[in-house]
């Protein structure tokens, strides 16, 4: 970890014991304090990344790790954009305490940085365990059943995972006696046995396929998300569980060197459980009427590119996949923070009690559209960027197959968001969407931006390519 990525890990975590002091007879003012931290965060590691210079350099010149910069910006946006939408949203909402609300969200930035910037295995460990405890918190902000159900599943369904997290650690000291990640590259491409290094970390990559929510370990996130609270399935869903489990498998991958077929056999497991979750994920997502229900086996087929492309291994693949996750926290965080909005406005997620919400909520419905059409791949917005790359990726490594499935399941993603954009706002008005109001503007700021970031993203391509290629690409993955 560098010094100078430390700060995004200790200044969250100075505030989030802050908040209990400070906020103690002024509840309202938690949000403010978090909401400051995080966007104090936001714009220096944006000045980071954008800086002139390295825009002119092609960011050869930047000296942070590149991949940890892009993450923590996208952690503290996701976060900044969940806890202004909640300073809003929460209102004079009774059930809902502010103050252990913004610190759990805090120190849950903390552990994230500390995931994305640890350089080895046993301290990322101790972060994801950070994470999921404050995780489990979260789900059960606002005291209702279902979120008690949900976090009790995650727990229990997730427990296992930190099994085979801790049992693949032990081994690793046993057999390559360090838990360091270049280290462990340094022996795998020393060209020595590795068969035992190999079986360590792919114990240890099961347990994060676990937390990433993928088939067939995917029956505690629909669960999750619908019975969290509603401006939590969205922090859920936009960067919480990608970074204690996708993250760490995309980094696995880059340390196992899959491109060079050391661990073939956990490639091709890799990419079959990204396929299996594409299709499956999508298909269940055809079938759903409540709506975080249907985003959540949305995001598990999303999730199946990340992991399909992470099985891939070659540096394309793993560029898209690192894209597709940063792609996946914008268009989920707009879309869940929508259905919160459709929650709050119309006393309802259920698709089928809803209709007609185009009219009374525009704002809401137009977001929406643009975060669908980024998620389903269509051009010239972001996801279509990143979801190229992974097929041509695949096409390119003889995964013929499954480069055409991808492509086929993007039209499939397409479809179940018209049918919901359908069901949803464009459809024959209801009760509901009669004594709906559009949410109050501040609450539409985090999706607005949101998607005019999804938008850059997709217009300023060929900057974004050559950041991946020149901080992630030459430096961690080659």
Request: aromatic share 12%; proline share 4%; glycine share 8%.
């Amino acid at each position: 970890m560098t010094t100078g990525l430390l700060a995004y890990l200790l200044i969250p975590l100075f505030t989030a014991v802050l908040i209990p002091f400070a906020a103690r007879t002024r509840h309202r003012l938690a949000g403010v304090l978090a909401n400051v931290t995080l966007l104090a965060g936001l714009i220096n590691v944006s000045l980071t990344l954008f800086n002139p210079a390295n825009l002119a350099s092609a960011f050869s010149g930047l000296a942070e790790n590149g991949f940890a910069l892009l993450m923590i910006f996208v952690i503290y946006l996701v976060a900044l954009c969940v806890t202004f939408f909640s300073s809003y949203f929460i209102g004079n909402d009774s059930t809902v305490n502010r103050v252990p609300y913004y610190s759990l969200i805090l120190t849950s930035v903390s552990a994230m940085c500390g995931i994305v910037t640890t350089g080895d295995f046993f301290t990322l460990y101790i972060f994801v365990e950070v994470l999921a405890v404050t995780s489990f918190a979260l789900i059960t902000s606002d005291d209702g059943a279902k979120g008690l159900e949900g976090a009790i599943k995650y727990f229990l369904l997730t427990f296992p995972a930190s099994l085979f997290i801790i049992f693949g650690i032990a081994f690793l000291m046993l057999t390559a006696g360090t838990f360091s990640f270049e280290s462990l590259k340094v022996i795998i491409a020393s060209g020595l046995p590795v068969g035992g290094v190999v079986f360590a970390v792919s114990l240890i990559l099961l347990g994060f396929l676990i937390k990433s929510g993928v088939v067939p370990f995917h029956t505690w996130t629909p669960d999750a998300y619908e019975g969290a609270y509603a401006p939590v399935s969205a922090y859920l869903a936009g960067i919480v569980t990608k970074v204690s489990g996708v993250y760490a498998v995309i980094r696995i991958s880059m340390i196992l060197r899959l491109f060079e077929i050391k661990a073939y056999h956990t490639a091709e497991v890799l990419m079959f459980l990204g396929m299996l979750s594409i299709v499956v994920g999508a298909l269940a997502a055809l079938r759903q009427n409540e709506f975080k229900r249907m985003l959540a086996f949305s995001s598990i087929s999303q999730v199946g590119y990340i992991i399909l492309a992470a099985g891939m291994g070659t540096p394309l693949a793993l560029l898209g996949a690192v894209f597709h996750l940063v792609n996946h926290a914008t268009f989920k965080t707009v879309l869940f923070l929508n259905s919160a909005s459709l929650e709050k406005s119309a006393g309802t997620s259920d698709m089928n009690k809803l209709g007609g919400m185009e009219h009374s909520m525009p704002w809401t419905s137009w977001t929406s559209i643009v975060a669908l059409l980024s998620t389903a791949g269509v051009p010239p917005l972001s996801g279509f960027w990143s979801k190229l790359i992974i097929i041509i990726a695949l096409w390119d490594g003889g995964a013929k197959i499954y480069a055409v499935t991808a492509l086929l399941f993007s039209v499939v993603t397409l479809a179940y968001f018209m049918v919901m954009q359908r069901k949803v706002f464009f459809g024959k008005p209801t009760e509901a969407s009669r004594n709906a109001r559009e949410v109050r503007p501040a609450m539409l700021v985090p999706v607005v931006g949101m998607c005019l970031l999804i938008a850059a993203l997709g217009a300023f391509f060929p900057y974004i390519y050559a950041y991946l290629v020149e901080a992630i690409a030459a430096r961690t993955i080659l």
